[in-house]
């Protein structure tokens, strides 16, 4: 348990002797209770239920193992975020966002947009005051792409918003219904679909990695019952409601043919490319496509409950994994994905900032491994890139 959850139990703990059963939010008829034991129990019963009607997302374990607990307030390497959006809307916040960045270690983030045109050149606009730790990736312009004649108008686009200062593209979102990014949708096309090919090649041509989201998690596609074993989660983004949809096998299928089409493109495979609850399998599309990373954010919490499973994976394919946060910028939040990347703690929970209802495992990756994942990958991915033509 982290420090704010210890103090929390310690306080929760007084109250057992005293009311035992209004820990549970059963009814005592005759308490033995102070003063403060009282009102505090008056602030517990009004959260509590009763074991009976308990929901799974009001449910908040705590858990009660005497073991490590380790605080990591800055990364045990320079770091580069590769996954990120353009969270921060004012100069305060932008400026606030940087000093975050100080604090715990993060060297550069790539601000993934999703935007072309106007929008675009207003995010970039925006953070050009630090043009060495914010990097703008836009997007790609789907206008009239069911008609006949798509593409020289979308590559066009791309090609001004590189000259606008765009390194990269992303994320381009594909959840099995079509490709979209932003506001701009393609309903039905997918990312190996012909009338993309000219945009992918172009941005091998100019040298700029794209940020491809394809699926989602597993859990989402299953059954909302009480199997689905990421249920409280899963509900919120489900996509078993949606008919139709290509299934997420089915987009790591599409994800291999669009890698196979474009070798000259690099792609970076948002969150593991949902395939955090099978890596083997990620492990194999690594292999058969040298043109693919795969970036681990926004999956901290769906690789922790596993966590001799995942660490071998990354000691794997440490040369392919680059670290990504995709959940604001915080201090706090980069803090947990440092507990969870570099210390072994056992049976922590973070409901409130993953929404899952498991407990977590730090990772313990070794120190070859942690400076690949948050730092060099990335970095040998951005130089790569041909140079920006003046
Ligand atoms: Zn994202």
Redesign the pocket.
């Known amino acids: 348990m982290n420090r704010r959850s210890f103090l929390k139990w310690t306080n929760f703990a007084g109250l057992t002797t005293a009311l035992p059963l209004k820990l549970f939010g059963l009814n005592s008829a005759h308490p033995a209770e102070t003063q403060a034991s009282r009102s505090a129990a008056q602030t517990q019963t009004k959260n509590a239920a009763s074991p009976e009607t308990i929901l799974l997302k009001d449910y908040r374990p705590i858990s009660i193992y005497k073991v490590p607990v380790t605080t990591i307030a800055k990364a045990k390497y320079p770091v580069i975020d590769m996954?990120s959006?353009p969270y921060a809307k004012t100069a305060q916040e932008i400026d606030q966002w940087v000093r975050n960045m100080d604090e715990v270690g993060i060297e550069k983030t790539i601000i993934?947009t999703m935007a072309t045109g106007e929008e675009f050149d207003r995010i970039h606009e925006k953070y050009s005051k630090y043009p060495e730790r914010f990097e703008m990736w836009c997007g790609f312009d789907f206008t009239d792409y069911d008609k006949p004649g798509f593409g020289p108008a979308a590559v066009k686009e791309l090609e001004r918003c590189q000259q606008a200062g765009a390194r990269g593209v992303g994320?381009i979102h594909d959840k099995g219904k079509g490709l979209r990014s932003g506001k701009s949708n393609a309903p039905g096309m997918h990312p190996d679909d012909p009338r993309v090919d000219a945009l992918f090649e172009k941005c091998g041509e100019l040298g700029l990695p794209i940020s491809l989201?394809v699926a989602d998690p597993i859990w989402m596609y299953q059954k909302m019952d009480r199997h689905n074993d990421g249920l409280m989660n899963a509900y919120y983004w489900r996509l078993d409601n949606q008919p139709g949809i290509v299934d997420l096998s089915g987009m790591v299928d599409i994800l291999e043919r669009t890698l196979a089409r474009h070798p000259n493109t690099t792609f970076v495979a948002?969150h593991f490319a949902n395939l955090d609850y099978d890596l083997a399998r990620l492990g194999e599309v690594l292999e058969r496509h040298p043109n693919l990373y795969a970036d681990i954010?926004?999956r901290y919490a769906e690789t922790a409950p596993i966590p001799r499973f995942t660490a071998a994976f990354y000691a794997r394919h440490a040369d392919r994994l680059v670290y990504g946060t995709?959940m604001g910028f915080d201090q706090h939040m980069y803090h947990i994905t440092f507990r969870i990347l570099e210390s072994l703690d056992e049976h922590f929970y973070e409901i409130d900032q993953f929404s899952y209802h498991w407990s977590l495992n730090g990772l313990g990756l070794d120190d070859a491994i942690l400076k690949q994942v948050y730092h060099d990958n990335a970095a040998n991915l951005l130089s790569a890139r041909r140079p920006r033509s003046a």
């Open positions: 996954h959006h993934l994320e989201h948002c954010s926004a995709d």
